[in-house]
């Protein structure tokens, strides 16, 4: 009620002179804080939900090296820190800064050199989940599958039940590449088990791998039949798949079990 007349207008953003909307979502929580909050749909995952709801655009403003790119206006090459103190530093100098406070919150930390993570919305392969989940509730609910103990069966069908869809590319160094070529001349894809020599629609060598790899748990996930000769008929396979008993840990019931389903 206190922000309904202001629904439907634009503000501007001091910062790099911006025409930005004033809306309204169900994400925010009225009573914490002012009951307004910032949407940065390129770089939150919340704020990234509300943006795919509110019809709202994708403005990144990180370059891969985490300076500011264009998107960023006259804070362009700056690195994000530095980026932060100028912008405090000019809403200050224009009478704009009303106050700073601390406030804890929880910031996303790498494992290997506990640098900090800045979220980006990228162009990424997904899996479409839901057809596969619902067979994979199925095989628990006609008992094909049992789950000991019995009450992570109830876990298990509520992660199933309330699943996304799976990005499995990852931009790291090792892994299995993704079997995605891309042709230089006609922008089509050519997709194949083998090595790509040339272009499947136009027939030009001018083509390049996609550089990801797939996600750890997505390879994981093909342990069942690739370790008995699969995709070839062998006496392995047929022996031993599907497997009759499986003992594992409780953390990767959905990492990885429910995956392998």
């Given amino acids: 009620e206190r922000f309904k007349a202001m629904l439907g207008k634009k503000v501007i953003l001091p910062a790099v002179n911006r025409a930005i909307p004033i809306i309204a979502d169900d994400a925010v929580d009225p009573a914490f804080g002012t009951g307004a909050v910032k949407i ?15 019809g709202l655009p994708l403005v990144n403003i990180l370059n891969p090296d985490v300076t500011m790119n264009e998107n960023a206006g006259p804070y362009a090459g700056l690195d994000r ?13 224009e009478g704009l ?22 979220p980006l919305a990228s162009k990424q392969w997904f899996i479409n989940t839901q057809p596969l989940a619902q067979a994979a509730i199925k095989a628990v609910l006609d008992g094909r599958i049992a789950i000991i103990p019995q009450r992570f069966t109830k876990v298990y069908l509520n992660w199933m039940e309330n699943i996304r869809d799976w990005c499995i590319s ?16 006609c922008s089509q894809l050519t997709i194949t088990i083998e090595d790509a020599k040339h272009c499947r629609h136009c027939g030009s060598p001018n083509i390049e791998q996609d550089p990801d790899v797939l996600d750890t748990w997505f390879s994981s996930a093909l342990w069942t039949h690739s370790t008995l000769g699969w995709p070839d008929d062998t006496q392995e396979l047929r022996y031993f798949y599907p497997t009759a008993v499986m003992e594992t840990g409780y953390d990767i019931l959905f990492f990885w079990v429910a995956r392998m389903v």
């Fill in 40 to 54: 940065t749909p390129a770089h939150d995952p919340v704020d990234f939900d509300i943006a795919q709801r509110q």
């Fill in 81 to 93: 820190f530095d980026c932060r103190q100028a912008i405090l530093a000019d809403l200050e100098k």
């Fill in 97 to 118: 800064l009303v106050k700073v406070e601390p406030y804890s919150h929880s910031v996303g930390h790498c494992d290997r050199c506990q640098v900090i993570i800045e």
């Fill in 170 to 185: 990852r931009q790291l160094w090792w892994g299995h590449r993704i079997p995605v070529w891309y042709c230089q001349d």
